[in-house]
């Protein structure tokens, strides 16, 4: 008799695989993270670092720029293990799978540059531009009057919210 543990069984090959996004509990991104990547389900977790100090040193941390959210690539076959971790609040399905992926993409592109970049919690009415120059040449944001004409806002529509990101408003031309 083998006592060994039998792996879990394979993923149907006619399964598609989809954007989903995990709302996490609390200070729970990077647990969820780790527990997916056991299960070889493919995660994205924005995050920027942010600089303190304390006692005279300097301490980097890396937090997600999102916070309550992870973003999961896995096929609908495993909706039920993902809920099975206790860092997940809902799991919710992302119908716009294409262009959910784009907005990502160019969250992360501009995360890459490591140019500053925050969030901005909330998304508003504004102008649509394009950055000519740079790093960010060739992507298109949100100009909002709140912010600012030189913050450009890279939108994640789907969760409501969007990175911040400062270009000097001669980078810029409207679409």
Known sequence: MN????????VPV????VWMVAHTRPRCEKKLVEYCGRLGIETTLPCYQSVRRYRGKKVT??????????????????RASIYQSD???NLLDVHDQERFAEQLEDILRALETGLEIVLAPEIGKGSRVKIKYGPLAGMEGWVEERYGPETVLLRLDFIGQAAAVKVPATELEPT
Request: proline fraction near 12%; hydrophobic fraction near 40%.
């Open 14 to 17: 006619s399964s598609t695989v």
């Open 3 to 10: 006592s060994e543990m039998q792996p879990e069984a394979p």
């Open 61 to 78: 941390f890396e937090k997600p720029l999102f916070p309550g959210y992870v973003f999961l690539q896995a096929v609908t076959e495993q």
């Open 87 to 89: 860092h997940v609040a």
